[in-house]
């Protein structure tokens, strides 16, 4: 099962999918004892500027640096290049 990314025009260049559930492994002690544990998406909450409208979205890590550089987010602006 896969979750869209997607909002009308704010995120039309931006679509990305990424499993609703985390992925799942073992968590191995000092003494090499296995147990399980899922490892979580790094999510975080971001504003989205685009068109004048915000929009609050809960992002993981690699779509929030995506986000960064396209100066979507209204927390980072991209620098001006001279």
């Not at 990314?5 to 492994?25: E, W």
């Not at 929009?55 to 979507?72: D, I």
Request: glycine share 4%; proline share 4%; hydrophobic share 35%.
């Amino acid at each position: 099962m896969n979750l869209v990314l997607q909002s009308q025009s704010v995120m039309s260049s931006f679509t990305f999918k990424y499993p609703r559930t985390a992925h799942t492994g073992n968590k191995v002690s000092h003494a090499k004892n296995r147990s399980k544990r899922a490892f979580k998406y790094n999510l975080h909450t971001v504003t989205v500027v685009s068109e004048g409208a915000k929009q609050k979205m809960r992002v993981p890590t690699k779509v929030l640096r995506m986000l960064k550089k396209a100066g979507m987010t209204s927390h980072w602006t991209k620098p001006e290049e001279k």
